[in-house]
T-cell receptor, first 115, second 115 residues
Framework: AQTVTQSQPEMSVQEAETVTLSCTYD???????LFWYKQPPSRQMILVIR??????QNATENRFSVNFQKAAKSFSLKISDSQLGDAAMYFC????????????FGTGTRLKVLA | DAGVTQSPTHLIKTRGQQVTLRCSPK?????VSWYQQALGQGPQFIFQ???????QRGNFPDRFSGHQFPNYSSELNVNALLLGDSALYLC??????????????FGQGTRLTVV
């Protein structure tokens, strides 16, 4: 069975600084997606970034980038130039490449941004 | 585009009662998945509906049932409510045959409190 583990319940970062959120996962599959979702107090899950497992190049979206280590089953999120609006719960998630929209989520990391 | 809409936003029920939650998918989407997010946890997959049939199910008891209508909207029903059913229930919509290229969009959820 696939599992996703986030070992940091809470992280803090100063505004304009950089922070890295950690995620590890376990799967025997070779084709899958990994995601980082942001959940602000409004509760809606917002996609931050997506990584296809077959791609060696790490995904980037503006201030957000990932460090994907497939052999180590590690998928960390780096947020550069942190902003007050980045404060939220961040969830790492796994999904098989095809045939399903079943996401497996980690327990989340609460990110606090300090002014 | 209204995105994924869920109703109601909040609900309070008594233990032993039954509840129905509703979800309208994003325009153009034909697949609906339901998730339960307990306080302080990541979302857990309940089931997925496509073509009015349950296609995949997570580890939830039969008290949890669903339905999908011809217009792709969906209902989640929970019978014999327990205190442990108190959670945020998230709906996610997607396109079934483009699973390899897209991700699901989430609604803002229904907060269910069982007393």
């Amino acid at each position: 069975a696939q599992t996703v583990t986030q070992s940091q319940p809470e992280m803090s970062v100063q505004e304009a600084e950089t922070v890295t959120l950690s995620c590890t996962y376990d799967t025997s599959e070779s084709d899958y997606y990994l995601f980082w979702y942001k959940q602000p107090p409004s509760r809606q899950m917002i996609l931050v970034i997506r990584q296809e497992a077959y791609k060696q190049q790490n995904a980037t979206e503006n201030r957000f980038s990932v460090n994907f280590q497939k052999a180590a089953k590690s998928f960390s999120l780096k947020i550069s130039d942190s902003q007050l609006g980045d404060a939220a719960m961040y969830f790492c998630a796994y999904r098989l490449f095809s045939g399903t929209y079943k996401y497996i989520f980690g327990t989340g990391t609460r990110l606090k941004v300090l002014a | 585009d209204a995105g994924v809409t869920q109703s109601p936003t909040h609900l309070i029920k008594t233990r032993g009662q039954q509840v129905t939650l509703r979800c309208s998918p994003k325009s153009g989407h034909d697949t609906v998945s339901w998730y339960q997010q307990a306080l302080g946890q990541g979302p857990q997959f309940i089931f997925q509906y496509y073509e009015e049939e349950e296609r995949q199910r997570g580890n939830f008891p039969d008290r949890f049932s669903g339905h999908q209508f011809p217009n792709y909207s969906s209902e989640l029903n929970v019978n014999a409510l327990l205190l442990g059913d108190s959670a945020l229930y998230l709906c996610a919509s997607s396109q079934y045959w483009t699973a390899q290229g897209t991700e699901a969009f989430f609604g803002q959820g229904t907060r269910l409190t069982v007393v």
